[in-house]
């Protein structure tokens, strides 16, 4: 796979090169202090999913989305008093605030996993952040390797990982930390930490006082993993999986040629990553009261189908406790 890589050095023309295949919803590998990231354009449906759909991850975990400063983060999230307080501290850094989503953010669904929070960071890296300045908008970013494989710390990494699967490869060296970023989720009151990494509890707890540390297991209760934490989103009426047509007080959500022309469709041609672009923003188009369920027509469990069913499966099964 490598053969096919396309690794370039960081020079100016290919860092213009790089913002344009972000602009034009292009998959770019770049470093960060931390691992090197795979970009997207965070406000591209059909740019993220083709994130997962070359991570080959069988679901969709919301990734943190890469901003110049506080004020850009501003325009997507909620940045409190305590977000502004860390930011001061940290940012530029390896540190990933969770905050509500502003609903005007302009951000792709898929990017939160259909969730109404966000992973907003800053990194300091200066080719992450030439990168950020060019392309002049937000970059999703999960790190830059194939599900269940480690995280990259070259370019070489990334190039084994995804090699041509991917637009271009942004050499910049080695990074620096070579652990993923902090991630401290602010959405409640108390401050709590989903991940550690390179800015510890111990910073945090001086910047903010007291931080709860949810990446343990607490007595008798299961691990709050970051995962679990995000809780997945469901729609609030119940999902009939495998649905051949809707019963009449159901409705219908599509995919493939063989649905009906005036239901909703995740994707006419029966193309997964536009399917996958589609899925969260569809659910949420139909969770009406005035239906009783949504029918999901059968969705192939191969490639980015995988990761459709798994949400799919989950959404079912909120009501079925
Ligand atoms: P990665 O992008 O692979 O570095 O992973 C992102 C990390 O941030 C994962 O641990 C996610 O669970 C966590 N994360 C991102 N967005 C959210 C969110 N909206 N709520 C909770 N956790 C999140
Ligand atoms: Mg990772």
């Known amino acids: 796979m490598s053969d096919n890589a396309n690794i370039l050095p960081a020079s100016d023309q290919n860092l213009d090169a790089a913002a344009a295949h972000l602009c034009t919803g292009g998959l770019v590998a770049f470093p960060t202090e931390t691992v090197y990231g795979l970009g997207a354009d965070a406000r591209n449906d059909t740019a993220v999913a083709r994130i997962f759909a070359a991570k080959n991850r069988p679901s969709f975990n919301p990734l943190i989305v890469h901003v110049l400063d506080l004020q850009s983060a501003a325009a997507f999230g909620h ?12 940012w ?14 302009g951000l ?6 259909g969730l109404d929070t966000v992973a907003l960071r800053a990194p300091a890296h200066p080719l992450a952040r030439d990168l950020l300045a060019r392309f002049g908008g937000p970059i999703a970013a999960p790190s830059a390797n194939a599900a269940g494989e480690v995280s990259p710390t070259t ?3 990334v190039a084994r990982s995804l090699g041509s699967n991917i637009d271009l490869i942004l050499d910049g060296g080695a990074c620096a930390v070579g652990l993923e970023s902090t991630v401290i989720d602010l959405c409640s009151d108390r ?3 989903l991940r550690h990494g390179a800015i510890t509890l111990e910073q945090l707890e001086g910047a903010l006082g007291a931080v709860d540390d949810a990446t343990r297991p607490t007595d008798g209760q299961a691990p709050r993993s970051p995962g679990q934490i995000a809780r997945h989103y469901a729609p609030s009426i ?3 999986l495998n649905a051949d047509m809707a019963a009449p ?9 063989s649905c009906p022309a005036t239901a909703e469709n995740l994707s006419r041609t029966g193309d997964l990553t536009e399917a996958a672009a589609n899925l969260f923003a569809a659910l949420r188009a139909l969770d009406r009261p005035e239906y009783r369920a949504i029918a999901v027509m059968p969705i192939p469990g191969t490639g980015l189908g995988r990761a459709i069913n798994d949400r799919l499966r989950r959404a079912a099964e909120a009501h079925n406790v």
Do not use: Q, W
Request: hydrophobic share 50%; no cysteine.
């Open 79 to 90: 940045m409190d008093a305590r977000a502004e307080k860390l930011a001061a501290a940290f």
């Open 92 to 105: 530029p850094g390896p540190l990933s605030f969770v905050v509500p989503r502003r609903a005007e953010s």
């Open 108 to 113: 792709s669904l898929l990017v939160s996993a």
């Open 155 to 157: 370019a070489a990494h």
């Open 191 to 193: 401050p709590a930490l």
């Open 238 to 240: 119940p999902v009939r």
């Open 249 to 257: 007080d159901e409705i219908l959500l599509g995919f493939g040629p």
